[in-house]
Structures are given as structure tokens and as C-alpha cells.
């Protein structure tokens, strides 16, 4: 039974190797090179399958594209991310193009909605333009956006400008206006501001009627972390080790004071 079981697998691995052997990875290069995308994707896809990055890439551009094959844009997402998790640059370079090119199909919804006055779309507006998606980078921009959505009351918005500040990204940087927008997010409930103003409590920044810094970082740390931030939960128990007992105790009270007031449990 073992030798029929060992003759079984070497048969499917010999299989596996001949078509890998027929074909050919610089002849599917040279194909792809010249364009001649048939030929090119018969002598590929067995490379791409086995996980060869140049192959994976060539590949997925021939599904983007529609060079040779079916277009298929999730088929090629999936080839650049198999690739990008290798570290390929070219396979990250493919992906970070596409993403692009998603990004100006939604730019053509947003910029016209968030000129017409909609919170959401010049919030997320403003984020195209401080990471640049669809668009050249632009974060002086970018504040102007979030402003605008937050003075609308977009709670995502007074989060990004608190991290604008924190940054200096578009603005100079500035902690005490980084903690005040945090924290109108962070009283509303959003997860991530709660997070950053740990994170900005905890690096000594920012200050509330003199509590101490680790208190307060820990309160709203334990609070992004009950909310499902697992990086929170991390620098939660570093912060225990920074308290002593009674600083401790506070750290909790003050955690439960915080859930009360801004997420209602």
C-alpha cells in the first residue's frame, strides 16, 4: 500500500515537472516582449502557477489587459499580490498601477460630489490628495478637504486633520491641535482616533488637567483595543508596565469613565 501511495505521488510530481519543463520562461518573456500575448501565456502560466514573480507579473498584466486572454482585473490583482508578497518590485509596481487606475475611475464620482458640498466625498477627497490616489500628491489640499467635511460634523474628517497635525502632514506639526481634533473624533466614538491619541499620550504629547500622560494613554488605548484594535491591545500591556499600582487603578477607572461617556456600553 506505501509503494503504491509513493508510486502515486511520484507520478503526480513527474506530471507537474514535465509541464513545467515544456515550457519555456525566456521564450514566454521574449513573446510577451513582442507582444505576440498567446504564445507569451501558453509558456507562462505554468511558471506563474508554480510561483515564479516574473512569470506571475507578465501574467497579470495579460489579465489587466486583456493581451491574449479574457480581461480579467481580480485574476490579475491576485497574480501582483501573490507576487508583491515576495517582494517582487515589479509585481508591487503592477499593483500600485492598478490600484491607481481604480483610484481615478473614483475620483470621477468624488471630486464632483465633494465640490457639490457632500461631507463624505470631500473627506475621502481629501485623503486621495494626501496619498496621492488618482492623483499627484497634494496635502496642502488635503487639509483644505477635511476641513470642509469637518466642519460638517464628519468625525472620520476631525480624525485626519488631528493626524495632519500629529504629522505636520499639509500643516506644521503641532500636538496640542493634533489632541484637540483626536479627540472630538475619540468622544464621538471612532476607533482609530481613540487609538492615535493614545499613541500620542503615550509618546508625552498632548495634556488633559494634568493627569498624568501614561494615564490617559492607557484609558483610551484599552478602549481602541475593546473596539477591535489589535495593535491597541499590544501597547495596552506595554503601558501597564509604565504604571505603578495606584496609577494602574486610575488608568482603569478613568478607561471606564471614557466608555461610558463616548461609546455608550
Known sequence: M???ILLAASLMLSIGTTELMAADLGKGTLAFDKKDYATAFEELKSFAKEGNPDAMNMVGQMY?????VDKDVEKARRFYN???SLGHMDSVNSLRSLKNEEYKVELTTVQPSAEAGNAEAQNRLGEMAEFGYGMPRNPDKAIEWYLKAADQGSVTAQHNIGRSYN????VEQNFAEAERWYRKAAEQG???AMFFLGTLYSNDHGSEAGKNTNILAYAWMHNAAELGNRTAVEI???LVMKLN???????????VEYRQQYIGK
Open 2 to 4: 506505501k509503494k503504491q
Open 236 to 238: 495596552e500591556k506595554r
Open 167 to 170: 504629522f505636520g502632514t499639509g
Open 190 to 192: 471612532h476607533t482609530e
Open 64 to 68: 489587466e489587459n486583456g493581451w491574449g
Open 82 to 84: 501573490r507576487g508583491a
Open 245 to 255: 499600582t495606584s496609577e494602574l487603578a486610575e488608568a482603569k477607572e478613568l478607561a
